[in-house]
Nanobody, 125 residues
Framework: QVQLVESGGGLVQAGGSLNLSCTAS????????MTWFRQAPGKEREGVSS????????FHRDAVKGRFTISRDNTKNTVYLRMNSLKPEDTAMYYC??????????????????WGQGTQVTVSS
């Protein structure tokens, strides 16, 4: 079975940083685009950052541009999200998702075939 396992969430003060990771198994990782989504209580799930199968193309929603960096290591079947200058509005459950469309950049949840269980990020003011 396909498994995506996120880690690295936690509680940080505004302005701080966190590094998330997501390790995949059960799929040909280097053929999948990977995207980080997030969902805060009472809000819709939204795409945050996305990366193509090769890592050569990356995408970010406007709210995190300049603060978040997505990367991947296909030798480790792992995608990362480095989050700097965190704001309280970044507080959410962060999910890793995989799409067989390899180029990335889609914020449409139904285009992703596999999801992790999520890791909680809480940013205090």
């Amino acid at each position: 079975q396909v498994q995506l396992v996120e880690s690295g969430g936690g509680l940080v003060q505004a302005g701080g940083s966190l590094n998330l990771s997501c390790t995949a198994s059960g799929l040909k990782f280097d053929e999948y685009a990977m995207t980080w989504f997030r969902q805060a209580p009472g809000k819709e799930r939204e795409g945050v950052s996305s990366i193509s199968f090769s890592g050569r193309r990356t995408f970010h929603r406007d709210a995190v541009k300049g603060r978040f960096t997505i990367s991947r290591d296909n030798t480790k079947n792992t995608v990362y999200l480095r989050m700097n200058s965190l704001k309280p509005e970044d507080t959410a459950m962060y999910y890793c998702a995989a799409s067989p469309g390899p180029y990335g950049g889609s914020w449409k949840s139904d285009e992703y075939t596999s999801w992790g269980q999520g890791t909680q990020v809480t940013v205090s003011s």
